[in-house]
């Protein structure tokens, strides 16, 4: 039987590269891919990421090849990212806690998600969290994504994460302990030395919203604690680091060798790599 593959993509956009990496390699393998996004909206990849011309600031180059531009276009343009699945729908929302009824509404919360999330963790075989700067708006600090990335990370299936979708993982966390899953694990992702100055884009923002809003590469090096670790690898054309259950990719140029190892830890039983 063919893998089955979730991947989550930000309404407010996604990195075309970032989602054409892992869909070549699980296409090539025959898996069978089903898209997400937090309210169900089709996903739109951003501009700058079709655009072989676009100089990325950071890096002073183009980050993007002719070829890779046409994949992305075509990917984004195909019917494929139609209809996507909503997380809204899917998974319940915890209540507050000055719901007037709180500890019915927990209880209640509690049976829900273990449903919502044990069905989605019984139909795929590994989830995939698209970078870009989109995921900042509508992926890291969500809960419902947080439930989901937690459910898929307990059943030990693979996570694959790319740039700033990595900071879901850092976010995902049970809240008795408030300890994010990434602790004591090995990580990359984006690093400070990459981030923009200014500019930082989202579909449908009508303003230049600047650097992004929080540094990523602070936030994996404090939820991987003492006995892990972040690893930018900055001068170092590609950076992807398995470390069981989660691939995490750096940035553009990883998403392809991400892809491949995602297949590698789905078919081959790889737990560690890069680090």
């Not at 049976?111 to 969290?129: E, I, Q, T, Y």
């Not at 890291?140 to 879901?168: M, S």
């Not at 100055?197 to 991987?224: C, H, M, Q, S, V």
């Amino acid at each position: 039987m063919s893998k089955r593959i979730l991947i989550v993509l930000s309404e407010r956009g996604y990195w075309g590269e970032e989602l054409v990496g892992p869909v070549e390699a699980f296409d090539a393998r025959g898996y069978r891919v089903t898209f997400a996004t937090a309210n169900g909206a089709r996903a739109r990849a951003l501009p700058p990421s079709l655009d072989p011309e676009y100089i990325d600031p950071p890096l002073g180059r183009s980050v993007t090849t002719r070829d890779m531009a046409r994949r992305a276009a075509e990917l984004d343009a195909s019917a494929r990212l139609d209809n996507p699945l909503s997380l809204s729908e899917l998974i319940p929302e915890r209540p507050y806690y000055s719901s007037l009824n709180h500890l019915r509404e927990l209880e209640a919360y509690h049976r829900d998600l273990a449903r919502a999330a044990g069905d989605l963790v019984a139909s795929f075989d590994g989830l995939v969290l698209v970078g870009g700067s989109g995921p900042i708006v509508d992926m890291a600090n969500n809960e419902r994504l947080h439930e989901l990335v937690l459910a898929f990370a307990a059943a030990d299936r693979p996570i694959l994460a790319e740039c700033y979708g990595v900071a879901v993982l850092a976010f995902a966390r049970d809240l008795e302990t408030r300890a994010s899953i990434l602790w004591g694990k090995h990580v990359t992702g984006h690093p400070k030395e990459y981030d923009y100055k200014d500019g930082t884009g989202f579909l449908g923002a009508d303003f230049n919203f600047g650097p992004p809003p929080y540094p990523l590469e602070y936030i994996l090096r404090d939820a991987t604690g003492p006995d892990g670790a972040f690893h930018g690898n900055v001068g170092r054309e590609t950076s992807v680091i398995v470390d069981f259950p989660f691939i995490t990719a750096r940035s553009t140029p990883d998403s392809v060798p991400a892809g491949e190892l995602m297949v590698e830890v789905l078919e081959s039983g790889l737990r560690r790599y890069g680090w």
